[in-house]
């Protein structure tokens, strides 16, 4: 009994004298033998060679710091992020693609600010574009501001052995407009629609259904980017 008393006081004592060498090293500003770097001197930019190696930390500084002012009258240039299909199952799908991209011009248009807006021909992109080849592209068609935009989308299809097979297609589309005299891009927007439908007599089969969907998603997606973009060129002062 005496052996297991000494035992415990022992372990007492030691659990003590390490909370108080831990609490000692927190009051000291630091602990495990590192010293606290909040009394150091204040990093103005990053010290990491691979960041100041693709821009540098005056350029970033200079950027920060600054603002862009966009003229009053623009041309846009307008830059569809992934390639458009390569074949239809249809002249409907076809001529909705077309209509789509032209109510997304005709939106931007609206704005006060554009003076005019067209698509970069796709003989003029190659397949997989840096942002500088962007900024480039639409400074070889004089525009001043370019908008790029990305549509995904994501289809869920319900198969029935009775009626008509469905369909529910996500559809989200991610802009971003740049100014192309400073490759600053001001403003980006987000937007996620939905579009349900079921196969119609019309359609060439399933698959049909299931385009005219994703892309009925994409038109409500896009206009909702396109209205974001038109609001904020219209406040810019």
């Known amino acids: 009994m005496r052996i297991l008393l000494c035992v415990s006081l022992i372990v007492v004592m030691t659990f003590l004298a390490g909370c108080?060498?831990?609490?000692?090293?927190?009051d000291q500003g630091g602990y495990g033998g590192y010293e606290s770097s909040m009394d150091g001197p204040v990093i103005e930019g990053s010290l990491f060679a691979e960041d100041q190696a693709a821009i540098s930390n005056e350029a970033i500084t200079a950027i920060l710091s600054s603002?862009?002012?966009?003229?009053s009258e623009n041309r846009v240039a307008v830059l569809r992020a992934v390639s458009p299909r390569s074949r239809y199952w249809s002249?409907?799908?076809?001529?909705?693609?077309q209509k789509i991209?032209?109510?997304?011009i005709n939106k931007l248009k609206t704005s006060k600010r554009v003076a005019e807006a067209s698509?970069?021909?796709s003989i003029l992109t190659p397949k997989s574009m840096t942002v500088s080849q962007m900024r480039a592209a639409a400074a070889r068609t004089q525009a001043?501001?370019?908008?790029?935009?990305?549509p995904t989308t994501e289809t869920f299809a319900k198969y029935r052995f009775m009626g008509k097979d469905e369909t529910k297609a996500y559809s989200t589309v991610e802009a971003a407009l740049m100014d192309v005299r400073t490759g600053i891009i001001p403003f980006t927007s987000m937007a996620t629609e939905t579009e349900a439908a079921a196969k119609a007599?019309?359609?060439?089969d399933f698959y049909e259904t299931i385009l005219n969907a994703q892309q009925q998603a994409t038109r409500k997606a896009l206009e909702k980017v396109g209205a974001d973009i038109v609001a904020f060129l219209d406040s810019e002062e």
């Open 20 to 26: 108080s060498t831990a609490d000692r090293a927190i």
């Open 67 to 71: 603002k862009v002012r966009l003229p």
């Open 91 to 97: 002249e409907d799908v076809v001529r909705l693609d």
């Open 101 to 104: 991209m032209d109510d997304f």
């Open 119 to 121: 698509f970069i021909p």
């Open 144 to 150: 001043g501001l370019l908008v790029v935009y990305r």
């Open 201 to 204: 007599s019309k359609d060439f």
